[in-house]
């Protein structure tokens, strides 16, 4: 069964601080893995994109790692900020259906406290 | 930021109403989906469209309908609205429908149904 799990499923963090979200996935055959941002009653925002032979990418303050051999990615936010409470949410599509089937984690609500 | 909008933006209706959620983008995107989102949970996708005149349910079932007359609008019907209609429906749309092709996401729209 194809699924996306994170963890922590909530984080609280000081401002300035770095954390680490994390993602594993069961999905195959697999295509690419996002990271979207999703600030409450808000629509998702993509963070980033990797394919299976990218292991990394930046994106601002924001760098996302995959491991497509163990189906794990992480994302890891340097000197947080008030605005990056939000929910992080991991999303891996699969290259099996033409419509470019999605499956999404239920996300990590990260809190910054200043 | 991207050009898709969704109206209204939160509504309190009695059970047994009809309504409809608005999604437009201003984008030309061919594929548009729905989506539903409980607090803390994942997005499952309800329906979708590869274009004008196509529509297709998602892999959540769902009692409501969708309609595509033009390629910018995508709305959503509940014909009798039910306590059990309470969530938050988020509209997306894409330039394609592959994998690769990142959704974009409007703000969503908070449903109770008293």
């Known amino acids: 069964k194809n699924q996306v799990e994170q963890s922590p499923q909530s984080l609280i963090i000081l401002e300035g601080k770095n954390c680490t979200l994390q993602?594993?996935?069961?999905?195959?055959?697999?295509?690419?893995l996002r990271w979207y941002k999703q600030d409450t009653g808000r629509g998702p925002v993509s963070l980033t994109i990797?394919?299976?032979?990218?292991n990394t990418k930046s994106n601002g303050r924001y760098t996302a790692t995959l491991d497509a051999d163990t189906k794990q990615s992480s994302l890891h936010i340097t000197a947080s900020q008030l605005s990056d409470s939000a929910s992080y949410i991991c999303?891996?599509?699969?290259?099996?259906?033409?419509?470019?089937?999605?499956?999404f984690g239920r996300g990590t609500q990260l809190t910054v406290w200043p | 930021e991207a050009d898709i909008y969704q109206t209204p933006r939160y509504l309190v209706i009695g059970t047994g109403k009809k309504i409809t959620l608005e999604c437009s983008q201003t984008?030309?995107?061919?594929?548009m989906y729905w989506y539903q989102q409980d607090p803390g949970m994942e997005l499952h996708l309800i329906h979708y469209?590869?274009?004008?005149?196509?529509?297709e349910k998602g892999d959540l079932s769902s009692e409501s309908t969708v309609s595509r007359i033009r390629t910018e609008h995508f709305p959503l019907t509940l014909e009798s609205a039910r306590p059990s209609h309470t969530s938050q429906y988020l509209c997306?749309?894409?330039?394609?429908?592959?994998?690769?092709?990142?959704?974009?996401f409007g703000p969503g729209t908070r449903l109770t149904v008293l």
């Open positions: 997306a749309s894409s330039a394609g429908g592959s994998s690769s092709d990142t959704q974009y």
């Open positions: 993602c594993n996935y069961t999905v195959s055959p697999f295509s690419n």
């Open positions: 990797m394919t299976f032979s990218e």
């Open positions: 999303v891996v599509s699969d290259r099996g259906s033409t419509l470019g089937r999605l499956y």
């Open positions: 984008m030309g995107h061919d594929k």
């Open positions: 469209s590869y274009g004008v005149n196509s529509t």
